[in-house]
T-cell receptor
Framework: GAVVSQHPSWVICKSGTSVKIECRSLDFQATTMFWYRQFPKQSLMLMATSNEGSKATYEQGVEKDKFLINHASLTLSTLTVTSAHPEDSSFYICSAGRPNGLAQYFGPGTRLLVL | SQQGEEDPQALSIQEGENATMNCSYK?????LQWYRQNSGRGLVHLIL?????REKHSGRLRVTLDTSKKSSSLLITASRAADTASYFCATVSNTGTASKLTFGTGTRLQVTL
């Protein structure tokens, strides 16, 4: 299967700081990437759809000014959690789908802990 | 978006037994996919079944789909300790963004020796 990487794999930060998470598709060009958030023992909730070269599409209830998404190239999307607070602590996972493909390939996730 | 429901929420079986997980969803779909997640890790795609298919096999996995009942099941035969993980169904709807996945609540499977 395709390889999608995320960096960092985990991060601990103080409340009020901003955290950037990178998602890279390593062996194919992804015009669309997806960002999910997963709380402990819960399912994945889609936060936003990241489109290369255009603005991201956010799901209802997700603050676009707090979760900044940039998809500057066909292999890289970034999620920036601005002014992070303890309630933003979660597992953030990205995925990428091949053009005209059906399955998605998921990154290994980034665990964020905000103190 | 509305999530689907999966049952059971947790399942504990012994190695060699079969494990069956069920998924129900709310909207009409283009396809339904099953994913596996080891604790604290990303998801791995297991199998995809299209809306016009009723059953699909892949190795020890068997998936069924009943669009009239809006439900699917995943059967893992001859389970192994390494199958211990959380399993999620995810649907792709007929409308909206292509490949946008809506995940079910998941089943935590524990396979003991």
């Amino acid at each position: 299967g395709a390889v999608v990487s995320q960096h960092p794999s985990w991060v601990i930060c103080k409340s009020g700081t901003s955290v950037k998470i990178e998602c890279r598709s390593l062996d194919f060009q992804a015009t669309t990437m997806f960002w999910y958030r997963q709380f402990p023992k819960q399912s994945l909730m889609l936060m936003a759809t990241s489109n290369e070269g255009s603005k991201a599409t956010y799901e209802q209830g997700v603050e676009k000014d707090k979760f900044l998404i940039n998809h500057a190239s066909l292999t890289l999307s970034t999620l920036t959690v601005t002014s992070a607070h303890p309630e933003d602590s979660s597992f953030y996972i990205c995925s990428a789908g091949r053009p005209n493909g059906l399955a998605q390939y998921f990154g290994p996730g980034t665990r964020l802990l905000v103190l | 978006s509305q999530q689907g429901e999966e049952d059971p929420q947790a399942l504990s079986i012994q190695e060699g037994e079969n494990a069956t997980m069920n998924c129900s969803y709310k909207t009409s779909i283009n396809n339904l996919q099953w994913y596996r997640q080891n604790s604290g890790r990303g998801l791995v795609h297991l199998i995809l079944i299209r809306s016009n298919e009723r059953e699909k096999h892949s190795g020890r996995l068997r998936v069924t789909l009943d669009t009239s009942k809006k439900s699917s099941s995943l059967l893992i035969t001859a389970s192994r300790a390494a199958d211990t993980a959380s399993y999620f169904c995810a649907t792709v709807s007929n409308t909206g963004t292509a490949s946008k996945l809506t995940f079910g609540t998941g089943t935590r499977l524990q396979v003991t020796l």
